[in-house]
């Protein structure tokens, strides 16, 4: 069964610091990977996805995240994070029947 | 934790006939509940929010007269596929946030395919 793991349940970041949220997956074939930001009271944004193809893929906001076959993994990354990154991030899988991680809460310190 | 459970997890009806799906935060109470849908190899589609004790929020090019969505406790929230069409098979999943909005619990969702 395909399922989804966020290690990290809060992290905490310095504004312009570099970002990286961790994702592991388990599936049984190629996935579909999706990182998805969700602000309070609001709904899901795509971040980005990965079907196939170039596995560093480029999101919205400045956002990449790369898939990484041996170590299942679709960590997301930010070069330079700002203080509306602020959200919680979730990593999910799934080509018609979507699994989410637990979700990995971002801080943005000034 | 705090789980969103939902019910039923498959089902399958005729074209014309509606099914409701029911979405329940278990342990926790929710005034706001997000229903989403997803097609084939393609990613969430927010459809509504649904709002306990006021009319739900319905996304922009949903139509709400289709998809009725009733909040009447703050652990329920229930989705009804009217007039049910194939084109409406879909994976529909339901999200709650906990009251300070602080963590977002997600249902295992509900596999609907209209024949």
């Known amino acids: 069964a395909q399922s989804v793991t966020q290690p990290d349940i809060h992290i905490t970041v310095s504004e312009g610091a570099s970002l990286e949220l961790r994702c592991n997956y388990s599936?049984?074939?190629?996935?579909?990977l999706f990182w998805y930001v969700q602000s309070p009271g609001q709904g899901l944004q795509l971040l980005l996805k990965?079907?196939?193809?170039?596995?560093l893929v480029q999101g919205i906001k400045g956002f990449e995240a790369e898939f990484k076959r041996s170590q299942s993994s679709f960590n997301l990354r930010k070069p330079s994070v700002h203080w509306s990154d602020a959200a919680e991030y979730f990593c999910?899988?799934?080509?018609?029947?979507?699994?989410f991680g637990a979700g990995t809460r971002l801080t943005v310190k000034p | 934790g705090a789980v969103v459970s939902q019910h039923p997890s498959r089902v399958i009806c005729k074209s014309g006939t509606s099914v409701k799906i029911e979405c329940r935060s278990l342990?926790?109470?929710?005034?706001?509940m997000f229903w989403y849908r997803q097609f084939p190899k393609q990613s969430l589609m927010l459809m509504a929010t649904?709002?306990?004790?006021?009319?739900?929020?319905?996304e922009q090019g949903v139509e709400k007269d289709k998809f009725l969505i009733n909040h009447a406790s703050l652990t329920l929230s229930t989705l009804t596929v009217t007039s049910a069409h194939p084109e409406d098979s879909s994976f529909y999943i339901c999200?709650?946030?906990?009251?300070?909005?602080?963590?977002?619990?997600f249902g295992p969702g509900t596999r609907l395919t209209v024949t």
């Open positions: 999200s709650a946030p906990d009251r300070d909005l602080s963590e977002q619990y």
């Open positions: 599936y049984g074939a190629t996935p579909y």
């Open positions: 990965y079907f196939s193809g170039d596995t």
């Open positions: 999910a899988v799934g080509e018609d029947d979507m699994r």
């Open positions: 342990d926790f109470q929710a005034t706001t």
């Open positions: 649904s709002n306990e004790g006021s009319k739900a929020t319905y």
